[in-house]
């Protein structure tokens, strides 16, 4: 089965600890994407990649890090620096412009 | 400012209540609007895109339509399993980057 997949599914962190939060997908989409979702605010944008080895700062970057070695991988790290990590996190992937993105099942990040 | 606002925040139906919920968005250039359904600590499903004013897309219970300025997704005789938030996002293009901007969804409760 084609899909996208996230894990863990739940993380929890100490504060100054850095995490890596995994989004694999074999749907074989050039685009990648990573949201964060708080309680009643809509999706956020964190990073973005159109290909392999490139990638974009999306609205709230700050405090996040991103790979793109792989077509299929598209890691996300929560660093220290990010002051209110506690939320949801979605991976994404699109096969094209103007089409429909795909989501993951989300990582949910507790910092203890 | 790109912005996508959907309404009400939470709606509640009796098993066999239509309704409609909105999603109202000032976007330039839009390149898509996206619906999607999302279930409690789940990722979104994908469900309609609808690219010009006048488009309808249909499934099932739910009826997608768009206009030059909103878009509103018809649910008739809701089942219980319909409830879900569902989330509305429009396509925009981005120092030539397509990404999605999110409403911060309607949660629908459907009761037996």
């Known amino acids: 089965d084609g899909g996208i997949t996230q894990s863990p599914k739940y993380l929890f962190r100490k504060e100054g600890q850095n995490v890596t939060l995994s989004c694999e997908q074999n749907l074989n989409h050039d685009a990648m994407y990573w949201y964060r979702q708080d309680p009643g605010q809509g999706l956020r944008l964190i990073y973005y990649?159109?290909?392999?080895?490139?990638?974009q700062k999306g609205d709230i970057a700050e405090g996040y890090s991103v790979s793109r070695e792989k077509k299929e991988s598209f890691p996300l790290t929560v660093t220290s620096a990010q002051k209110n990590p506690t939320a949801f996190y979605l991976c994404?992937?699109?096969?094209?412009?103007?089409?429909?993105?795909?989501f993951g099942p989300g990582t949910r990040l507790t910092v203890l | 400012e790109d912005q996508v606002t959907q309404s009400p925040e939470a709606l509640r139906l009796q098993e066999g209540e239509s309704s409609s919920l909105n999603c109202s968005y000032t976007?330039?250039?839009?390149?898509?609007l996206f619906w999607y359904r999302q279930d409690p600590g789940k990722g979104p499903e994908f469900l309609f895109t609808l690219y010009s004013a006048g488009e309808e897309k249909e499934k099932e219970r739910l009826k997608a339509t768009l206009t030059k300025k909103e878009s509103f997704l018809h649910i008739t005789a809701p089942k219980p399993e319909d409830s879900a938030t569902y989330l509305c996002?429009?396509?925009?293009?981005?120092?030539?980057?397509?990404?999605?901007?999110f409403g911060k969804g309607t949660k629908l409760t459907v009761n037996p």
């Open positions: 990649s159109q290909i392999v080895n490139d990638f």
């Open positions: 976007v330039s250039g839009l390149r898509g």
């Open positions: 996002a429009g396509g925009v293009l981005i120092d030539g980057s397509e990404k999605l901007v």
């Open positions: 994404a992937s699109r096969r094209g412009q103007g089409h429909e993105q795909f």
